[in-house]
């Protein structure tokens, strides 16, 4: 855990959100109370880009004059790339506002210790099961709009697969091949662990992937009221399937947020000075 004190400096959680699953920013909100209680910061905050507070509302909340924006997303790609710079009107790692800096740092996903959160959350969700014997599928979102979306889940797979402790570790994804729907001829193990490599417990890893996955026939009702976790394991066939929640909603990554604050200072420590 990384020792730090920014009590003369804000920090900025930068969620996605959603219009249509609430539990969409809880992971957020999480972590945002988490860092308040710790008050490793004097102002900590939260904004979305669709829900409220708005990315374009955020900074004028701040009081701060030195200003760390982490994106808790768990790629780099079109929105770290693109939509928050462009909201919060950011020209680089480095902005000077007047006589204030805003401090762009690295999403959270880019943390060494997601390899190890997604094996905790494999162990977690099938106790007892043997790895020997199970296959492991990350699940990713997969999109047209930036290549680095599938990036990250592809770098853990790897990683994943030099630990060899599953026979097989695969990436999977809702809208790129290899698809995750074709999750029984991908794998041949008798065991299959799926995680979803996604920050919240939305829509997609509530409704969209269980139907994906055969474990339920449509769409279900609210996200909210969805208890496809607790139903573990699921039969399919001569399979045995277990489906973990979203990894970003690991407590874990209050600290991760943290680390990633600290890895901005010292790759930009003498430009970021306060």
């Known amino acids: 855990?990384?020792?730090?004190?920014?009590?003369?400096?804000?920090?900025?959680?930068?969620?996605?959100?959603s219009t249509q699953n609430p539990d969409s920013s809880a992971p957020t909100y999480a972590h945002q109370e988490t860092l308040r209680r710790r008050r490793v910061f004097g102002e900590v905050y939260c904004a979305f880009w669709k829900e409220e507070p708005s990315l374009r509302e955020v900074l004028p909340m701040v009081e701060a004059e030195d200003?760390?924006?982490?994106?808790?997303?768990?790629?780099?790609?079109?929105?770290?790339?693109?939509?928050?710079?462009?909201?919060l009107e950011l020209?680089?790692?480095?902005?000077?506002?007047?006589?204030r800096t805003v401090k762009y740092c690295e999403p959270v996903g880019n943390d060494p210790r997601m390899l190890e959160l997604l094996l905790r959350r494999a162990r977690e969700v099938a106790p007892g099961?043997?790895?020997?014997?199970?296959?492991?599928?990350?699940v990713a979102h997969g999109t047209g709009l930036n290549e680095n979306s599938a990036v990250?889940?592809?770098?853990?797979?790897?990683?994943?697969?030099r630990q060899r402790l599953y026979p097989e570790v695969l990436a999977t994804y809702m809208e790129e091949e290899p698809l995750v729907a074709k999750w029984q001829e991908l794998t041949s193990q008798r065991f299959?662990?799926?995680?979803?490599?996604?920050?919240?417990d939305g829509l997609h890893s509530?409704?969209?992937?269980?139907?994906?996955?055969?474990?339920?026939?449509?769409?279900?009702?609210?996200?909210?009221?969805?208890?496809?976790?607790r139903h573990n394991p699921y039969r399919v066939g001569n399979r045995v399937l277990y489906y973990a929640s979203a990894i970003g909603t690991e407590p874990a990554f209050?600290?991760?947020i943290l680390d990633t604050v600290a890895r901005f200072d010292a790759a930009h420590c003498a430009d970021a000075a306060v």
């Not at 099961?129 to 990350?138: D, F, G, N, Q, Y």
């Open 206 to 229: 509530y409704q969209d992937i269980p139907v994906l996955l055969g474990i339920e026939r449509e769409p279900t009702a609210a996200a909210s009221r969805q208890e496809v976790f």
């Open 152 to 161: 990250a889940a592809k770098k853990q797979v790897a990683l994943l697969q």
């Open 192 to 200: 299959v662990v799926v995680v979803p490599f996604f920050i919240s």
């Open 1 to 17: 855990m990384t020792t730090l004190n920014k009590r003369e400096s804000a920090l900025i959680i930068v969620g996605h959100g």
């Open 254 to 256: 209050a600290d991760i």
């Open 129 to 138: 099961v043997p790895p020997a014997e199970t296959s492991l599928v990350i």
């Open 67 to 87: 200003i760390y924006v982490v994106p808790n997303f768990i790629s780099e790609g079109y929105f770290t790339e693109k939509v928050i710079p462009r909201e």
């Open 91 to 99: 020209d680089g790692p480095i902005t000077r506002k007047g006589s």
